[in-house]
Nanobody
Framework: QVQLVESGGGLVQAGGSLRLSCAASGRTFSRYAMGWFRQAPGKEREFVAAISRSGEMTNYAHSVRGRFTISRDNAKNTVYLQMNSLKPEDTAVYYC?????????????????WGQGTQVTVSS
């Protein structure tokens, strides 16, 4: 089992940057592909980015490609989401998730474990 804790959210002006972190418990972090999802008020949770176990493969939603970067440090049991050129429409609660398979799925149902989320608010 994996427990995930997100951090790094906050309030930022449009055009600014934030880096989210997701720390995982346990010694099996490297056995999970990791993903970031987000949920804005009144909307369904949506895929943002995913990274394979080794970090060699990544996948991004079209809306964030070129602005966001997902990375991981298996020695620190942590996955990151660097968010640049933020827009008001990026405002949401951001969740990290773990998938026991080694791929970069954009499908929520493929992920086995979820964190509690961290709020990101982008002001215009």
């Amino acid at each position: 089992q994996v427990q995930l804790v997100e951090s790094g959210g906050g309030l930022v002006q449009a055009g600014g940057s934030l880096r989210l972190s997701c720390a995982a418990s346990g010694r099996t972090f490297s056995r999970y592909a990791m993903g970031w999802f987000r949920q804005a008020p009144g909307k369904e949770r949506e895929f943002v980015a995913a990274i394979s176990r080794s970090g060699e493969m990544t996948n991004y939603a079209h809306s964030v490609r070129g602005r966001f970067t997902i990375s991981r440090d298996n020695a620190k049991n942590t996955v990151y989401l660097q968010m640049n050129s933020l827009k008001p429409e990026d405002t949401a609660v951001y969740y990290c998730a773990a998938d026991s398979r080694d791929w970069t799925s954009p499908v929520l149902a493929d992920y086995n474990y979820w964190g509690q989320g961290t709020q990101v608010t982008v002001s215009s």
